[in-house]
């Protein structure tokens, strides 16, 4: 590649673009899906109240047999089980069912949460997770509800988040004058070596153009590690070239882990991606989210997670035991 010329590309899947060409699966529009799955969903849910509402006797002889205790139920996919022979694992939504709460309540959230994405989806208004919380607060107690609902909701129609027009607040941070990123609304992103900016949502981008310059990405788990090698310029004092800094703030968004991705997937192999991250549990649980994705998530993993392009450069169990050695008395030494 020229040296004067940037790393130049788009967000979009060259691979989907052929498959679309030729006329594919690929032609139908996610979002039509989506919709088609909600409509679907609400059918299925009123044909099963009318019948409910309405039961019908069975006349045999001179007696009459009651109709059996009437029952609805929904089938969602259930994403914490992995999927068995390309099959996804079910979760049923069932009433009237024993709930320390009303039975009717886990319908009612699933309802109100497709009833926002329907028309965000009809009227191309983007939500937030944490507005569709805010605008029901008594029937969902908590954010962590909406946040499943719709996750479960992606799932089941096997599309992404971004294709239900639902967005999460964006919290990762990117830092270092190597990339600008050009938005769908004709704004750029441009970070710079010394002030991080947050990571815009991958359906909001268009094009990323990244400086040949560029010789490395560092992925970190702590704000304030990012914070103090950002603040410090820490992106362009490396001997080794000029690089790129990136966190999620702990466990990553979709937008951070997209970034990441996108970042994998067209970065010569010659620029390595490098994780630091704490040696246990959960700072291998967050190096393990950026590689293979979660398994929540498991549906959009082609699109989140980066496998092993990331290398793990610490912190390491060993690295620690052996600071602890160094740091203890000579004479308490074992």
Not at 146 to 164: E, I, K, P, S, Y
Not at 251 to 273: G, H, M, Q, W
Request: aromatic share 6%; net charge negative; with cysteine.
């Amino acid at each position: 590649m020229d040296e004067n010329v940037d790393y130049l590309w788009s967000t979009t899947d060259d691979e989907t673009d052929d498959a679309a060409s030729e006329g594919s699966y690929m032609d139908i529009d996610p979002k039509d899906v989506a919709i088609d799955g909600i409509e679907a969903l609400v059918l299925s849910f009123l044909t099963q109240l009318d019948c409910a509402l309405n039961p019908e006797t069975v006349e045999e002889g001179e007696s009459v047999v009651a109709p059996l205790k009437p029952k609805i139920e929904l089938q969602i996919t259930n994403r914490f089980k992995r999927a068995q022979d390309g099959v996804a694992a079910i979760r049923k939504l069932k009433f009237p069912q024993r709930l320390k709460c009303a039975s009717s309540r886990p319908f009612a959230q699933l309802f109100r949460v497709m009833d926002i994405v329907h028309e965000a989806v009809i009227n191309e208004a983007p939500a937030t997770k944490r507005n569709i919380y805010y605008r029901q607060v008594s029937l969902f107690k908590t954010q962590a509800t909406v946040d499943r609902l719709v996750d479960d909701l992606a799932a089941t129609f096997n599309v992404g988040r971004a294709d239900l027009n639902v967005r999460a607040s964006p919290k990762g941070l990117l830092c270092g004058s190597c990339i600008r990123i050009k938005l769908e609304d004709g704004n750029v992103v441009t970070p710079s070596d010394e002030e991080a900016c947050l990571i815009p949502h991958a359906e909001e981008i268009a094009i990323f153009n990244v400086d040949p310059e560029l010789s490395w990405v560092l992925i970190v788990e702590k704000e304030a590690v990012f914070q103090t090698l950002c603040n410090s310029g820490f992106t362009r004092l490396l001997k080794i070239g000029r690089g790129l800094i990136v966190t999620g703030k702990g466990f990553p968004d979709v937008a951070t882990r997209a970034l990441v991705k996108t970042l994998a997937s067209n970065l010569p192999e010659t620029i390595p991606i490098m994780a630091l991250v704490d040696g246990d549990p959960s700072g291998l649980s967050i190096l393990s989210t950026y590689m293979k994705g979660s398994i929540a998530m498991q549906h959009e993993s082609d699109t989140l997670a980066a496998g092993e392009r990331i290398k793990w450069i610490g912190i390491h169990l060993s690295e620690l035991s052996r600071w602890t050695r160094m740091s203890m008395p000579s004479g308490s030494r074992g």
